[in-house]
């Protein structure tokens, strides 16, 4: 069954004669349980896309439905609510606060939205993401890898429905990326996280469950269980 869709979405930036249509008719199923990677040609479509899915931006037209709620009816507060609480985020600049630890870096969706800490989902994550002595180091003493996991870990202990990451490996060196994927990979096989990344890097495609590719505002392709060679 499918996380999140998008049927005929379009966005069109400004209007008349200088208008852009970054999203001309894109639909995307992206099914629970599954690393899905977005890749295409820079400016095809695919920020605008994971914005629209992520609701950050509202699409032109078309719908969206996000774990089972239609995203274009919210309003702004309710909007504001389920990217607070339903999706989580991962950045290209990993985005950690430096004067925290990493496990105060992990746990601050939980502390913003006053939740408590559900420690063994705590534990399993953190686990799961190869960090269990990392815990009481500072963004400074940690690898690019290693704070690229906290970022991870962080997106995920709030057991979001879907997780969106934004050009995850786009700071690292390949073996950091390497690391950075597999474990990522293993946080979706073993916790069931729903997981959709944008990259430009084949090798880090190949580690999604499917990749779709955009051109030009639309989906062009699909490959199921890619590896690095086929996406190339
Ligand atoms: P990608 O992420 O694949 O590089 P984008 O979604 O960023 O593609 O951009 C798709 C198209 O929309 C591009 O032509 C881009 O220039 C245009 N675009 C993106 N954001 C804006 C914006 N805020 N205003 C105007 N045009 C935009
Ligand atoms: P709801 O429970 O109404 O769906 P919540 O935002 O309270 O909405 O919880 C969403 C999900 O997050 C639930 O599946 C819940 O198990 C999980 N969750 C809630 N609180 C915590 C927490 N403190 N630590 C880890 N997971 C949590």
């Known amino acids: 069954t499918a996380i999140?869709?998008?049927?005929?979405?379009?966005k069109v930036y400004g209007q008349g004669p200088m208008a852009v249509r970054a999203l001309d008719g894109v639909?995307?199923?992206l099914v629970r349980g599954e690393l899905t990677a977005i890749m295409g040609p820079s400016g095809s479509g695919k920020s605008t896309l994971m914005h629209c899915l992520a609701g950050l931006d509202r699409p032109t037209s078309g719908a969206v439905v996000v774990d089972g709620q239609e995203i274009s009816a919210l309003s702004e507060r309710r909007l504001t609510q389920l990217r607070r609480t339903r999706v989580g985020f991962v950045f290209q600049a990993y985005n950690l606060i430096p004067t925290l630890t990493a496990l105060e870096n992990i746990t601050l969706p939980l502390d913003i939205a006053r939740r408590p800490v559900d420690r063994?989902?705590?534990?399993?994550?953190?686990d799961t993401l190869g960090l269990r002595d990392r815990l009481t180091h500072k963004p400074a003493e940690l690898s690019g890898g290693q704070q690229q996991r906290v970022a991870c870990a962080r997106a995920l202990v709030a057991r979001p429905a879907i997780v969106f990451a934004d050009e995850p490996t786009g700071n690292l060196d390949s073996s950091s990326s390497a690391e950075v994927l597999g474990f990522l990979r293993r946080s979706v096989d073993e916790l069931g996280q729903s997981v959709v990344m944008v990259t430009h890097?084949?090798?880090s495609a190949g580690y999604a469950h499917r990749v779709l590719f955009l051109a030009d505002g639309r989906v062009v392709g699909e490959l199921r269980d890619p590896t690095a060679e086929r996406v190339l």
Do not use: G
């Open 4 to 10: 999140a869709t998008a049927r005929d979405l379009v």
């Open 27 to 29: 639909d995307v199923d």
């Open 120 to 126: 063994a989902h705590l534990e399993h994550v953190v």
């Open 201 to 203: 890097d084949p090798t």
